[in-house]
């Protein structure tokens, strides 16, 4: 089937329904193969979810996989309504999120305090994005305290690992192997050398951590710190009976008020990650945008709040889930962005290469030998993303403070926020920032805290 050619320059042809532009796969864009093969492995990160809804829900396997799938067809919502992006969870927020729920007991309590966050986070960012007041709310954040969610969420994620009866007690080697050599790969000087000098090492770069996760499935049964991985053939068996029976507002009714009023901090604070990630998505874009002048990507914020939006709505009533519905998948954009930066033929649309990708998500999750092949190590794989997502966290988190006193207030709002959660996290901030800056508590102050290392730089 023959897609519709785009005119030099502009955007890929769409179907316009208002504030969205519908594309179809072989109608509007080219389906590219290479993205799709890739997505049939990358979804052992989505698998990953499972680990955290079976630790703090007590959700079975099946059920799960059951929230995994519905979230993974809402991922394909982001390409088909025209936003250029390969969405996913809201990974440096699952600290506190995971916080926020541990509050309450295990059973329906804990799942209505899950079902109350996602919804109001999912009506927020909806309200935000048709009144286009996301930015102005963001900005009025003052700069410290924004720097110590930031920074509290790297420290949470870093701690859910390596606090006692934790996902490093159980896979200590397999853990410490696997971070290594997923360090090493992401965020290593030597290995940024050796991508640029081969193909194959690029190619390798570019998997993000899929290679320490299938290098788990051999470490973890080495070392007997989990079975060697049954192989089964077929489809995948969801139970979405028992989700919508025990975990849903279907079987379970809707939370008390009391549920949505305890959750609004919590749901604020991450909704501060939520926008950073719409600031980075916009950044990458950009890049591609002085590279492949042949094609106009139109990526509109307020659009990609109603998408993620409604996703969190709709996935708190069908679903819920302590991942949240993300507006972007960070490592997997850079992917897509670079293998869409290298030419038309390459990828002739970056909507072919985004939703090729999240088909191939889809496809994955349906086939039981891929699912059977990462299930002994998912816990494994939620170790190496939330330890991944703590580093970039933090290093954002501190670059976020434009001053040592800045710092301080961040460090002080990080710490709260991991022992007592959003609610006193907020308040000890705004309290700090009055009694330092005085009537300028929201500006803060321009001191730049890297000024001297800057100095040194230059005059080196």
């Known amino acids: 089937m023959k897609w519709k050619q785009r005119k030099d320059g502009a955007e890929t042809p769409y179907i316009p329904a208002g504030p969205f532009k519908i594309r179809l796969p072989f109608v509007h864009y080219r389906f590219e193969w290479p993205d799709y093969l890739q997505g049939l492995l990358m979804c052992a990160v989505d698998l990953g979810a499972i680990t955290l809804l079976a630790d703090h829900l007590g959700m ?55 079902i109350a966050f996602q919804l109001t986070l999912g009506l927020l960012s909806i309200i935000l994005g048709v009144t286009g007041l996301a930015k102005r709310v963001v900005n009025f954040v003052p700069n410290a305290i924004k720097s110590g969610i930031i920074l509290g969420a790297g420290i949470g994620a870093i701690t859910s690992i390596f606090e006692k009866g934790g996902k490093f007690d159980l896979f200590p080697y397999t853990i410490a192997i696997c971070i290594g050599f997923c360090f090493y790969l992401v965020f290593s000087k030597h290995f940024e050398g050796l991508k640029q000098k081969g193909k194959l090492w690029a190619l390798l770069g570019n998997l993000g951590i899929l290679p320490a996760i299938l290098l788990a499935v051999f470490v973890a049964p080495i070392f007997g710190e989990a079975k060697w991985p049954d192989i089964q053939w077929g489809f995948s068996q969801p139970d979405f009976a028992t989700l919508w029976s025990q975990y849903t507002v279907f079987g379970l009714g809707l939370p008390a008020l009391s549920f949505f009023i ?93 939703g090729s990708f999240r088909w191939g998500t889809n496809t994955g999750l349906l086939l039981l030998p891929i699912v059977s092949l990462v299930q002994p190590i998912l816990g494994v794989a939620v170790a190496l993303t939330l330890l991944v997502q703590g580093y970039v966290s933090v290093r954002i988190g501190v670059m976020q403070a434009r001053s040592q006193r800045d710092l301080g ?39 730049k805290l890297f000024t001297a290392n800057e100095q040194e730089e230059k005059a080196a």
């Open 262 to 354: 305890t959750a609004l901090p919590a749901v604020f604070a991450t909704y501060l990650v939520v926008f950073g990630d719409v600031l980075k998505t916009k950044a990458l874009l950009s890049e591609s945008d002085q590279v492949r002048l042949d094609e106009k990507v139109d990526y509109n914020p307020d659009r990609a709040h109603m998408i993620f939006g409604g996703r969190n709505m709709l996935m708190s009533l069908i679903g819920p889930d302590i991942t949240m519905c993300g507006p972007m998948w960070a490592a997997m954009q850079v992917v897509v962005v670079e293998r869409f930066k290298k030419g038309k033929q390459a990828m002739n649309s970056f909507f072919g290469g985004a």
């Open 60 to 114: 079975p396997f099946e059920v799960g996989l059951a929230v995994v799938i519905l979230n993974g067809f809402l991922y394909l919502l982001h390409h088909l309504l025209g936003d250029p992006v390969i969405p996913g969870w809201i990974t440096p927020a699952i600290p506190l999120i995971v916080l926020f729920v541990g509050q309450f007991p295990e059973g329906p309590d804990r799942v209505y305090a899950l």
């Open 409 to 447: 207030i961040a460090g002080v709002v990080g710490a709260i926020l991991v022992i007592k959660g959003a609610a006193m996290a907020f308040g000890a901030g705004i309290l700090l920032c009055v009694l330092l800056y005085g009537k300028d508590w929201l500006r803060g102050e321009k001191e």
